[in-house]
């Protein structure tokens, strides 16, 4: 409790600045409507369709639909835990949309949180990690993702994803090893809980960033950390991911695999670079180019320290490795969600490439993760500037830009974007997901599975063995 | 020889390898394939946007000419394109063929960039009549290995550039001044170049018209045609002689880019890039040689190359004309300032008039418009420094200018008189047009963020949904801060050279600001006299102006900067730095986003795709031609006569002919009318007369009783290449005079009195 107090004590300030940015965010909830997003219908129905569940089935898994009008995050399979939140809300007797920005007020301020004590414990600094913790919640391809979309799957994973990269840094660029297997395991599987396609691009991040750091990193305690993440991870996710793997043998049935060529859906590299996002929703950029193209960028701010960076590399010769393997694995995602990769030669192949095209939805799901990348780049920078009242005023700037350009975006939306009025947020929440209540015996022994894990991990950590053997100190 | 040689040795032997085996690669045989089809369609049984495709087929990757053999009772509704269902459009580029009645005959090229085996051709029929395709073949052409040999060479030498500049320590002597400049530099291009990183064309008013000057090049030089003084393609093959009133020397390089082997799209990209990355170039070099200060430099040239007004021109109206201008006016700008304020006895002052000569000839080859306008502006800048100007020493710069300037443009400028004074064109009969309406608002002036829109005519729309026809705020407040210099005299960090530059920069930025507004009295001008007609008319849009305003305002913001950063108290410049920043981002960055979020994305592959018929203005059409009657047809004859063996050649058409009567025969071949056909017998040698007929089509008469072969095709006179001989020359001896040493007037006495 004291530690609690003094923490708080030392880092109100900047947590007061990150919760402004959460605050500020939230303000397209400030109306009588939700933002008609290509997704929001699959979101209110899956809303709709948990809260129907509650009580007589547990757990809840929906069947996916086909895509056709739904948005592409209706077909996908999906753990649907924290849509318990709103489904609860609404079964309380809010309506859908209180349900609906209920969870999402709640969720920018988890978000806010995370993203400020991870990006601090990253850097090492509060200042670098309040600059990008700031930068996080504003960042446009969030905001797109909760106001343009209206995907909350998506939303939950951008909450959790802060703590998937604190653990890869950890483990391969910090090289500590001490409660890393924990960090991994909570954020990987909260972000699988939350939306499976954000959670296997950050599975490609992390083995991007291992085979970047494979010639020093592989160590015997890493590898142990690497053992204890993939059991524990497993068991405490095998309730969901057994029963997704049985149903990966029809990798459609799973995710949707895209009938069109699915390297028109992947992103040109200047969309990152965009300054003034308009508040588009294509997706497709290949039909009309970047009219009105989604967000999908980290917001010029994260990008202008990211280019100073360089510059001052080229200038100075002064680098650093963390920043530099961080901003490395960015530049790969980054490459990897756009048209440079010839993903059509994957397509209609094979079923494991099925899964895989399957299991990504789209190659531009994957900026998600180069953007939180490049912000964690961005927290590094900051933190290994030497320490000057300039400082203060970069990162002011920096913030002051974020800001700005969210302010555009935000605007954008609001005034630009379709709405939808409670009449039309039934109708919308009426797609009719089914429930799957009769379970096959191996989805009954995957639950087993993980009650037990569960209880394992709880046991050890009462019986105080965790810290140990991790740190291998 | 050390490691670091070695290794060079290795890697250029490499690179020469990789050339070798794609030059070899050129000889290998090229396969071609044949196809049978059964698409008929009819008036009866098919309606509009039928479609039939043939039985699906392989190709292995690689770049194609595809050629159908039909027949079709329709002009250009009929068309007929390569299509794969397994292949993504990046993998097929392709954007088919038109098909016309007078022809039996199309070829397109396709790029096909993987191994498919669901090829098909599909045709789409929208009538009238019938239309037949009976079969059609597929031919390996060399486009992909120009393609890769272009690659190779660049990648090869942007390597081997980097190479010994590292190995040969260049790079560790940079100063960091010199690193940041280069950096800025690098992003400068960057945004300069922005739109550009789409693999697609952001479509702007003359688009179409610039990209088929483009295909004119690309088709005269595959035909042997050098230079281009019709193109031949246009108008379906009518031929249409854009390029000897709108000079197109620059645009060669896009030109040869086709000819390698790239497709519409691709050329275009590279060409452009080429284009913004030399006004980022020659606008800082231009800038850093007026300033003497780099950083300045640096900042006028961003300011530049991403203003509102090039962006407006470059990327939302694709005025490819004004595009070359906007790249040229900084080197101009440069050589004047050099004539004007360099010592006449220092050395190299001799060669003064180079750089302004090369400029002015590469201006008016590009844009005669802006040429107008820097003549006019010439004129006035000599009136104001009259002392100078009559300086001995500067005159004689001055004229050596003009006249290299006009040598050099010797190729372009006879044809382009010799028609002018010759015929009579669309465009000498607009003076009538008047321009005064299309002036802005002030409003436009003030605005920051300017968008895309696409009203240009004001007095219609008013300001809803205008075109970014302005200079934006970051250059006006450039212009409030000078003024601010001049009401409380601080000019500290500027040479009195320099703050009298500064104030015609201001001075001619608020004048030309001024002469594109709408209350600018350009009718009455106009009315004043035949030339003032003429000249205004020409302008089209008072707009046009800003291209100057834009120059200047650029460089006078080196200016400031030089004079806030000379003072000792830093914040200044800090402060100027910052607005500059922000309101370059909120204006010229917000534009080009803007563009690129509202604007159209299209591709273009082969340029059978786009059509040939669009001519823009049609400005450069004999007076009264009626280009909708343009579609190919066998040559018709005033009366009776037989034909055989009729074919339609570039720029000309060979047909054996036999006129029975005894009357002379008029016959009309499907070219359109331009100074310069000839006809001849080939069988005796005997020249046939040649004339406009009544639709302005190449008319050959036919004596009576006349028998033999006709071949009629376009030959420029002897005095065109008389010129071009002159342009040679005139190229030759700058180089020459640009590579010879030079001594100072101190040095030469010296040297006279054996000293």
Known sequence: ?473 | MNKTGHKLYIFVAIQGLFVLLVVISFFFRHHEYVFTTDMVYSEETDQEGAGRESAHFYLPAGSYTVTIYYSSDADISNTCDIYSEKLDARCLASSGVQLFRGLGKVDFDIWLYRNTDDLRLVSEYHGPGNLSIESFSVAENNAFRGMALFWILIASLFMDGIYLWIVRGRFQELSKQDRIVYAGLAITIFYAAYPLFGDYILSGGDLVYHLQRVEGIRDSILHGIFPVRISPEWQQGYGYASPVFYGETILYIAGLLRVIGFDVTASFRIFMFMISTATVLISYQSFRRILQDKYGALMASFLYSTSIYRVYKVYCCESWGEMLGIMLLPWIVYGFYAIYTEDPATANYRKRFLTLSVGLALLIQSHLLTGEMVGGFTVLTCVWFWRKTFEPRRFLELAKSAVAAVLLSAWFLVPFMDYMLTGNFVIQNVSARTIQYRGLLPAHLLITFLRNGDHVFIDETGMFDTAAMGIGSVLLLVLCWFLYMCFFGKKEGLSETEWTASKLMAAYAVMTMGMSLAVFPWDAIQNSSALAATLVSSIQFPNRFLTIANVMLCGLAGMIWKHVSAEENRKKATVYVLLVAVLAVAGNLYLLEDEMERGAAIRVHNDEGMGTGYISGAEYLPYGADPSEFMPHDPIASGEVFLDRYEKRTLGASVSVQNPGTEEIRLAFPLLYYKGYEAENTDTGEKLSVQSGDDFTVNVILPPHFAGNVEVGFKEPFYWRIAEAVTLLAAAGMIWIGFRREVSDEKRKTMVSGK
């Open chain 1, 1 to 473: 409790m004291k530690n609690a107090r003094q923490w708080y004590r030392e880092n109100r300030v900047q947590m007061l600045v990150v919760f402004a940015a959460a605050i500020f965010v939230s303000l397209p909830l400030g109306t009588d409507f939700v933002n008609a997003g290509q997704d929001t219908a699959a979101s209110l129905s899956r809303i709709k369709a948990v809260s129907d569940a509650l009580f007589w089935v547990f757990p809840i898994r929906l069947v996916p639909l086909p895509q056709t009008a739904y948005g592409y995050s209706a077909s996908v399979f999906s753990a649907d835990l924290f849509y318990l939140i709103p489904a609860i809300l609404y079964k309380l007797g809010f309506t859908i949309r209180t349900a609906y920005k209920l969870t999402v007020i709640v969720f920018q301020f988890i978000t806010a949180y995370i993203a400020y004590f991870v990006f601090r414990e990253i850097a090492q600094d509060r200042w670098a990690g309040m600059t990008a913790g700031f930068l996080y919640v504003l960042c446009p391809c969030r905001i797109y993702s909760i106001y343009g979309a209206g995907h909350l799957g998506e939303m939950f994973a951008w909450t959790f994803l802060p703590l998937t990269v604190w653990g890869m840094v950890r483990l391969f660029l910090e090289k500590e090893y001490g409660h890393t297997a924990g960090i991994l395991i909570l954020g990987y599987s909260l972000v699988l809980l939350s939306w499976p396609v954000t959670f296997w691009g950050a599975v490609i991040s992390f083995l991007v960033m291992f085979l970047l750091t494979m010639r020093e990193s592989i160590t015997k305690p890493m590898l142990l950390v690497l053992i204890k993440f993939g059991l524990g991870f497993g068991g405490i996710n095998a309730w969901y991911l057994i029963p997704m793997i049985f149903r990966f043998r029809d990798a459609s049935a799973v995710a949707p695999l895209l009938t069109e060529h699915i390297r028109e859906y992947a992103l040109y590299l200047n969309q990152y670079i965009k300054i003034f996002e308009f508040g588009g929703d294509r997706v497709n950029v290949w039909e009309s180019g970047l009219t009105s193209a989604a967000a999908v960028s980290p917001g010029i701010a994260v990008i202008a320290v990211v280019v100073f960076y360089i510059c001052n590399v080229f200038v100075t010769g002064k680098q650093d490795r963390k920043t530099n393997k961080l901003l490395t694995t960015a530049g790969i995602m980054m490459i990897l969600s756009s048209n440079l990769v010839p993903w059509d030669l994957m397509q209609n192949k094979n079923l494991l490439f099925s899964i895989i095209l399957g299991a990504l939805q789209t190659p531009a799901k994957l900026a998600v993760i180069a953007d939180i990348l490049l912000i964690t780049g961005v927290a590094v920078v900051f933190a290994r500037m030497p320490k000057s009242a300039e400082v203060g005023r970069y990162a002011g700037a920096v913030c002051l830009t974020g800001f700005l350009t969210a302010q555009f975006q935000v605007g954008r939306l609001l005034t630009t974007k379709g709405f939808i009025r409670d009449d039309q947020i039934l109708e919308w929440s009426q797609i009719g997901y089914g429930v799957i209540a009769q379970e096959s015996f191996f989805w009954r022994i995957s639950e087993v599975i993980t009650l037990a894990t569960v209880a394992g991990i709880v046991v050890w950590r009462m019986t105080g063995h965790a810290g140990e053997a991790e740190n291998g100190r």
